[in-house]
């Protein structure tokens, strides 16, 4: 029965339709190329074409490598896929959509350079990734907010359970995944209860990312019950490359002034109710103040560019329903990341290698995947050998085996160069955070993987905040306690059938 349930499943039935388009298309080219001269000509010269097209655009050349080698060797096959699939940019028409929107969101994301100034005189490096930040993704960093870390599922569920509960106008909503369970079954009924109390609430979430957890229209259901529901970029029998671009953030916003954010989608797996790969670690953070703003540009945004609708943002900014002035005085910047052009810049990826290019202490880094370019292997094995304590706590069990493969096959070149590796050993560790020197942390959605860091729509935080930046690395230095070095056999080069195996894994990384 199970097999016959993912067989006639919405999300394999779509796949299939798509491969089939693929394979139509390129059977007609082979078809063509093997029976007209002229046709093989063209080919030939759209391969060099596209050839120069992907050497002399912008970009990092970890990500053109694979296709320079598939329309080398196949071209039929690399020029065909190419053109489906080679767009990593959005459509024209979101592209416009989304600046449009963020034109009329400028006047509400403004540096305080009061502010920004008290942070430069303190610490330049945090200043310079600060305005790193603000210059890329337009988001300002805020002081006169506090955080709570929240080093577990369970935790952060209570938590937003408790905060829910109090919200008293509105909530937003926006994840990867939602499964219903124990842990979204108990969101929804508080959902509904505020619905009662008239308090608006709104939700995104990805459909191909809940393709399999959710009943197809599970969005009218939803609005059915008067929660404003999207499915962000449905997925359709069309072949397309937009599918690349899925919404991976998790943001929860709550009157404006009140923000979560953190590798924990919706379901029951990141709470343990249920075990699908042994104990599964996951992290989140609490910010009350003004720094939620960022958050709540982020999540209108998305909503009124899927929705295509218009909100006066003044009625959800952070000081609307708490009049009262907020306190503390460190700094914290949520901050958005996508693709291109939407983002002109590979924000998240940056943000992590300015913190490993500015440490001098350490940099301890949590994440499911390691699937990392050029640039980023550089750069941990640069810092390890500088001195700097570089360690990384990956899965013991993986979620995806192929996945893993690829991140095991990173290990061999970083530990060689002293960085240190870690596997989580009671299962899987879904968190992805950085921490440097006691003075910088991000914790956010964004893994150390080419999805992440390129396709996807996904966000961070930023912060200074010693309090939490003590948490943040007193909780890796117990999760590192729960974890072991991974033995020798793990990466080393292996048989010729592995290493062509594990080749072949990293030059087409990029494309998975």
């Known amino acids: 029965m199970k097999i016959l349930k993912i067989f006639f499943s919405r999300f394999t039935i779509i796949a299939l339709l798509i491969i089939i388009q693929v394979a139509v298309t390129l059977g007609l080219f082979w078809y063509l190329q093997e029976r007209f001269f002229y046709v093989n000509v063209v080919i030939i010269v759209l391969s060099v074409f596209l050839l120069l097209h992907i050497m002399n655009k ?71 990734q600060a305005e790193y930040i603000y210059n890329s993704s337009q988001s300002p960093i805020y002081s006169n907010t506090k955080a709570t870390y929240l080093p577990i599922g369970e935790i952060y569920f209570a938590k937003l359970l408790e905060k829910l509960k109090e919200a008293k106008h509105f909530i937003f909503l926006e994840f990867f995944i939602i499964e219903q369970g124990k842990m979204w079954d108990s969101i929804l009924e508080v959902l509904k209860q505020k619905i009662k109390e008239n ?61 979560f954010t953190g590798g924990i989608n919706l379901a029951d797996e990141y709470i343990n109710a249920v075990n699908r790969f042994g104990h599964w670690k996951d992290t989140g953070i609490m910010l009350e103040g003004e720094a939620v703003q960022n958050f709540t540009m982020m999540f209108l945004t998305s909503y009124n560019i899927q929705s295509n609708t218009t909100d006066d943002y003044t009625q959800y900014m952070p000081h609307k329903y708490h009049p009262e002035p907020f306190t503390g005085d460190t700094y914290f910047q949520p901050f958005g990341d996508g693709p291109s052009p939407v983002y002109k810049e590979y924000v998240g990826e940056n943000v992590y290698l300015n913190i490993i290019n500015s440490a001098t202490d350490y940099v301890y880094i949590t994440t499911p995947y390691l699937i990392i370019d050029y640039n980023m292997e550089v750069a941990l094995k640069a810092a390890s050998l500088r001195g700097v304590d570089v360690r990384i706590i990956t899965p013991h069990i993986p979620d995806k085996k192929v996945i893993f493969t690829l991140t095991r096959s990173y290990y061999r070149s970083l530990i060689q160069a002293g960085v240190k590796i ?25 893994n150390l993987d080419y999805r992440s860091l390129v396709h996807h729509f996904e966000c961070g935080c930023f912060l200074t905040d010693f309090d939490v930046i003590s948490d943040i690395k007193e909780d890796f230095i117990k999760t590192q306690n729960e974890s072991k070095l991974p033995p020798k056999k793990v990466y080393s080069k292996g048989n010729i059938f592995k290493r062509i195996y594990v080749g072949l894994l990293q030059i087409f990384a990029p494309l998975m």
């Open 422 to 446: 870690y596997e989580y050993t009671p299962g899987f560790i879904h968190a992805k955070s950085f921490v440097s020197d006691d003075k910088v942390a991000v914790v956010g959605t964004i």
């Open 58 to 128: 912008e970009g990092n050349p970890s990500h053109k490598i694979p296709w320079i080698i598939l329309i080398l060797f196949v071209p039929v096959v690399g020029v065909s896929v190419y053109i489906i699939f080679g767009k990593r940019v959005v459509s024209k028409k979101t592209r416009r959509n989304y600046q449009s929107v963020q034109d009329k969101n400028a006047k509400y994301c403004q540096q305080n350079e009061e502010m920004f100034n008290k942070l430069k005189e303190m610490d330049k490096s945090l200043a310079n």
């Open 199 to 259: 308090v608006e609430v709104r939700l995104i979430y990805d459909d191909i990312g809940s393709i399999n957890t959710l009943p197809h229209r599970y969005d009218r259901y939803l609005r059915s019950l008067g929660i404003h529901c999207i499915k962000f970029n449905k997925f359709k029998p069309i072949v397309s490359a937009v599918y690349n671009n899925r919404d991976h953030r998790k943001i929860v916003v709550i009157d404006g002034y009140i923000g």
